[in-house]
């Protein structure tokens, strides 16, 4: 039996919600829209050694562990910021998980910078990639079982302390 | 203590010895930064890639050193060698990708050959000029295919067997001749079993390379980071020592890592390499820009490609064992990610550090002081890596550190 | 018994060049129009794949590598070729080509 619109459409609504939270640095209320066994990875192919790798990788208790900690740690303070279009809805026949593939490039807005005279208020794209969602259909809003951001950037600069 | 105005701020305290300070325009300077590629990293060894990377014959990787392009290459002999990159006919770079198998057809040539795709010309694994389209009837007798094979470098697969070129035939230093001594720490551990590329990453820092390889080599800097501060300060920490090694090299010593204290679970105390006791760890500061970084479950190893006095090119690795059970690898990765990874922990801080640093030392900066001072018994925060470093720079480049305008002199002890 | 089936003649092009595998040994077919050759699968030049990058027309056969030329016919190397192609047996029998193949045709390629 196809997936009604209404079921595709509240997946499309979390993915986007969590674009809005984690643009807002709300990763606490980010990880409310996570199942318990949420598992999160950001993932790469290199044709460098022409292997997948795992670039980072945590359950919902670590990643809630590694926010916390963060005040405490030297960060750039430029913010991430997203754009996503949800490519495709796949609900499974049971109606009770489904998977999304969605589009997403994150830019830094800047703030420090190299020299924040010169950097801040400009935006650099900082990676492109998908992310590819697991989700759980309870019947109430969908909840993330899974979030691989697979990255097409393999050219992190500084990096990130933030989740992507 | 009061500030300084710009005659203090400009003098050096007189306590300060010619090899504690160095003058930052020797990170500055474009035509320093010419001179370093010249007489340094054209004649360096560099570890540019690991065996694992290509791992059956046929099979290639490229890459630049000192903006010379380079091929590396594995021959049905199983022999990894390196080449110029460059055709001998009219200085096409023949091969584009950054990896593949030269058993795969190509577009202008044929299997088992490299091919340069502009006029066809196609050679084989070993260098020789293979094949040349319409050679007779261009060249007649005058020029053919044995007078033009390509440029072949001098390549050693040693130490893990990481493949290590260098651009100087007249460097008559085998890779361990030249970095041994310093490396003798973590051979067994690297040699003792196939090693094999899990991690790959690349970061281009507005910093000069050298700034970089200082914080590579130092350890004060440990304050940067939450979790060594709250984990790492103890007695055990401050007893290792920091070594400097001829030619350049520095070690830093073993270390018992207390993870337990930094709320990520489980002790990497069960994972780790062949011959290496757990949580135990070595770095090895390789002249002019190489970094073998063992801790208890991963072996991580950076090589820098510098692009211009305040850009440099890091290309940072993570390495595990070839046999590695599926969980066995998730676990190091794991632990290589939390700590190394670009999203990890003191990897972005350490970056945040130099890029900093470089921020402030852009080319027509003024020099200032940048100070190496630091004596604690060759332990871990003493600043004997960066003195040591500094020592060979300045030789090699025959200018002072401290004052990049004179000629090189041994530092009065 | 060593005449083996390549394929069916039904759909296979006047012109066409195929690369099959006939009891693990593989083979390019080329149909001249009614009549066909089977040759093995790399020139003799610089084992180029000529299932990809052979072209049958107007009468002659091109790697279109570096161009060497034969006439198919016979198998004789025209043009720059500097070798001549093997060729298996053919016959084409109830709408089935068939070649005889009793071990591998090879050629000897010089190796550094």
Redesign the interface.
Known sequence: MPASRDTIESVKDAIYKSCLLLDDFKFKDWLELCDSDFTYA?V?Y??????D?????GDRK?LA?MLD?LP?????HSPLKRHATVYDVAVDDSGKTAEAITSVLIYQNML?G??SHIDAGENRLFVVGRYLDTFRLNGGAPKFVRRHVRLET????????W?? | MPSRNAAQWNTPPNSLRIDEFVDSRIYSDPAIFEEELEKIWKKSWLPVCHESELPEPYDFRTLTIAREPILVVRGPDNKIRAFLNVCPHRGMLIERRPSGSFLENQASGNPKHMTCMFHGWQFDMKGNCAMITREKEGYQDRLSRKDLGLRELRCETTFGNFVWVTLDDNNTQSVNDWAGDALACIQKNLDAEPLEVFHYHKAIIGTNYKLWHDTNSEFYHDYMHYFNRITGFTPEYFARKNVAHKNGHVVVGTFEVQYEKYQLGKSRAELSFPGLPPNQWFMVDLFPGANFNLRGSALRVDVMTPLSADTVMIEFRGLGLKRDTAEERMRRIEHHNSIWGPFGRNLHEDLLGVAGQGSAMLPGSEPRRIIQARHENETIHDEVGMRHFYQEWGRRMNRLPSDPTRKYMEAAE | MAWKRVCSVDGFAANAVRKFTVDGVEVVAVNLGGDFRVIPPMCPHMEEPLGESGLYQDGVFTCTKHLWQWDLKTGAKTGVAERDIKMYRTKVEGGELLAFIDKPLEYEYVEE
């Open positions: 950001i790469a290199s044709p460098e050694i022409r292997r790798m795992t670039y980072f990788s670590q562990t900690l405490k740690h030297n960060t750039d420090d190299i020299n393999r050219r992190l600069d500084k990096g990130s302390h989740p992507l």
